[in-house]
């Protein structure tokens, strides 16, 4: 059974920095690209970052450019997300799936796969 399981949120002032966490299990974890998405209250789910299975090439969203970094750890079955400087616009639940890749060009990046089997998030919160 397909498990993805999120860690690592919490509280932070603004301008600091969150490491998340996400464990994949059921499924052959580097036959797949990975993503990073986030949902705020009462907004669409976002996509923040994905990574190709074999971990050498990356693709942001236009927001955390140059402030977040994903990596993966496919001895691990493990992806992360380096969150640096953060601000408060950045509050959200972060979720992590496979995704698409690109093999579906841009926009596959932000396709995400196994959309029955989201995990619980992890909550980064923000303070200004």
């Known amino acids: 059974q397909v498990q993805l399981v999120e860690s690592g949120g919490g509280l932070v002032q603004a301008g600091g920095s969150l490491r998340l966490s996400c464990a994949g299990s059921?499924?052959?974890?580097?036959?797949?690209?990975m993503g990073w998405f986030r949902q705020a209250p009462g907004k669409e789910r976002e996509f923040v970052a994905g990574?190709?299975?074999?971990?050498?090439?990356?693709y942001y969203g236009d927001s955390v450019k140059g402030r977040f970094t994903i990596s993966r750890d496919n001895a691990k079955n493990t992806v992360a997300l380096q969150m640096n400087s953060l601000k408060p616009e950045d509050t959200a639940l972060y979720y992590c799936?496979?995704?698409?890749?690109?093999?579906?060009?841009?926009?596959?990046?932000?396709?995400?796969?196994?959309?029955?089997?989201w995990g619980q998030g992890t909550q980064v919160t923000v303070s200004s």
């Open positions: 799936n496979t995704v698409l890749g690109p093999v579906g060009g841009t926009r596959g990046w932000t396709v995400p796969l196994f959309v029955d089997h």
């Open positions: 059921g499924f052959t974890f580097d036959d797949f690209a």
């Open positions: 990574v190709t299975k074999n971990g050498g090439t990356t």
